[in-house]
């Protein structure tokens, strides 16, 4: 497995319960439509609660719950956001 795939994999952890990993200003991206865009356009209707009283965001453009934050631990670079949408959605 090459190290793309291993991050892909591994950043998709990042993309639920992460309201408060999101709230400092950061470089964050959709893996479903591929947008990367500021953290500061997340507004309060774009996050959804989970069973567990945690909030996870949802792409302000495409609605899907497929954001993660470069502050998670990951460069949010278009091969990244590419590699994500392949796995957990194209295949």
Same mark, same amino acid.
């Given at each position: 497995?090459?190290?793309?795939? /291993?991050?892909?994999?591994?950043?998709?952890?990042?993309?639920? *319960?992460?309201?408060?990993?999101?709230?400092?200003?950061?470089?964050?991206?959709?893996?479903?439509?591929?947008? @990367?865009?500021?953290?500061?356009?997340?507004?309060?209707?774009?996050?959804?609660?989970?069973?567990?009283?945690?909030?996870?965001?949802?792409?302000?453009?495409?609605?899907?719950?497929?954001? @993660?934050?470069?502050?998670?631990?990951?460069? @949010? /670079?278009?091969?990244?956001? /590419?590699?994500? *949408?392949? @796995?957990?959605?194209?295949?």
């Amino acid at each position: 497995m090459n190290k793309s795939t /291993t991050d892909a994999l591994t950043a998709h952890a990042a993309c639920i *319960r992460n309201q408060t990993d999101l709230a400092s200003e950061q470089t964050c991206g959709c893996f479903y439509c591929q947008r @990367i865009y500021s953290s500061t356009e997340l507004k309060d209707d774009d996050f959804m609660q989970e069973s567990d009283g945690s909030y996870t965001a949802c792409c302000p453009y495409c609605g899907i719950d497929s954001v @993660i934050g470069e502050t998670q631990g990951y460069e @949010i /670079t278009p091969a990244l956001l /590419t590699e994500m *949408r392949k @796995i957990w959605f194209d295949s």
